[in-house]
C-alpha cells in the first residue's frame, strides 16, 4: 500500500514536471512555428520532467520523504529512462532529422539515420578509454558504463560554466571593471555614424546616376549594328564602368564600418545604463557578490587542496544558476536566429541532450557533498564508479575554463577603450 502511495506522489510530480516543460516548449521555443513535430516536444519534455525528478529524489533522501525501497526504485527507474533517452533516442532522432533535411537521402532516412546513431555510439564508447572509469565488472550496457560516460561530458559542461561564471560574474557586477563612459563619448561615436552614413548614401546617389549616364549613352551611341556590332558591345565594358567597382568596393568598406561604430554605440549605451545601475542599492549589492566570488575563484583556483567540500558546492551550484540562466537566454537568441521549420527540430533535441547530461552529472558531483548517510541508496544506484575521479576533472577543466576567461575578459577590456578613441 505504502509503495503505491509513493509511486502516486512520484508520478504525480513529473506529470507536473512534464507539462512545464511542455508549456516551456509551446510558449518559448516553437511559439513562432506552425508545424510541430510531436515527438520533439515529447522527448524535449520528458527529458525534462525525469532530469527534475533526479533533483526531487535528492531532496527526498535528505528529507527522508517515501520508503527507501521505493526511493530505491524510483532512482533506478529514472536513470534507465533517462539514460535511454540520452543515449539512444535523441542521438538517433537528431541524425533522423538531420538525413530528412538532404533530398538525397530522404528515401533512405531511416538506413543513414541508423548509420549516424552507430557513429555516434562508436565516438561515446571510445570517450571512455583515456579516463580511468571502464571496468571489467561492469557489461557492456550495463548503467556503470553508460552513466560514467555521460558523466564525462556533463562534468565538462557544468566546469565550463561555472569556471566561466566565476570570473563573468564580478566582471559584470563590479563597477571596478565599468570604464567611464559619457554623453560626450556616445554623442561623438553617433556623429561618426551619421557622417558615415551619409558618405554610403551620398556613393550610392553616385552610382545611381552613373549607371544612368551609362544607360542613356548606351542608347544612343552604342546600338550595336549587325554581328561584328552584338561581339563589340560583349567583348568592351561601358565607359565608367571601372569607377562603379570602385565605388561600390568603398561603399562595401563604409557599410562594414556603419555596422561596427553601430555595435559600438549601442556596447556604450549598455555600458552607461550598466553604470547607472551600480549606483542603485540592488547595483550595489551586485557589486558586492562581485567581490565576493572574486574571492571564491582566487581561493577555487590556487587553494584548490584546502577548500571545504559542502561550501565548495554550494557556491559552485549559485554560480552555475547564474551562467546557466545566461546560457539559455543565449540559447534562446541563438535559436531564434538561426532556427527555421527544418532546422529548430535539431536545435531542441541538441538542447535536450545537453540539459540531460548536465543533470545527470550533477546527481554525480551532488553525490559527493551529501552526508554519508544520506548517499546510501545513490551509490548503490550508481554503482561502482570512480566518484572522485570527477571532482578531480570538474578542479582540472574548471581552472582552465576561469584562467581562459580571465585573458578573454582581459584583452577584451584592454582593446574596448582604445577602439572607442580611435579617430
Known sequence: MSFLIDSSIMITSQILFFGFGWLFFMRQLFKDYEVRQYVVQVIFSVT????????????????GVLNSSSRYFHWK???????????????????????????????????????????FMYFFWKLGDPFPILSPKHGILSIEQLISRVGVIGVTLMALLSGFGAVNCPYTYMSYFLRNVTDTDILALERRLLQTMDMIISKKKRMAMTRRTIFQKGEVHNKPSGFWGMIKSVTTSAPGSENLTLIQQEVDALEELSRQLFLETADLYATKERIEYSKTFKGKYFNFLGYFFSI??????????FWSQHISFILVGIIIV???????????KFFYAISSSKSSNVIVLLLAQIMGMYFVSSVLLIR?????????????????????????WFDVIFLVSALSSILFLYLAHKQAPEKHMAP
Open 48 to 63: 525534462f520532467a525525469f532530469s527534475c525528478t533526479m533533483f526531487e529524489l535528492i531532496i527526498f533522501e535528505i528529507l
Open 322 to 332: 547564474t551562467s546557466i540562466r545566461g546560457l539559455l537566454i543565449t540559447l534562446t
Open 77 to 119: 527507474m529514472n536513470l534507465c529512462v533517462i539514460l535511454l533517452i540520452l543515449v539512444f533516442m535523441v542521438p538517433f532522432y537528431i541524425g533522423y532529422f538531420i538525413v530528412s533535411n538532404i533530398r538525397l537521402l530522404h528515401k533512405q532516412r531511416l538506413l543513414f539515420s541508423c548509420l549516424l546513431w552507430l557513429t
Open 368 to 392: 559527493m557533498s551529501m552526508p554519508l548517510e544520506y548517499r546510501t541508496i545513490i551509490t548503490e544506484v550508481l554503482g561502482e564508479l570512480q566518484f572522485n575521479f570527477y571532482h578531480r
Open 296 to 305: 571564491y575563484c582566487v581561493w577555487k583556483i590556487f587553494m584548490v587542496k
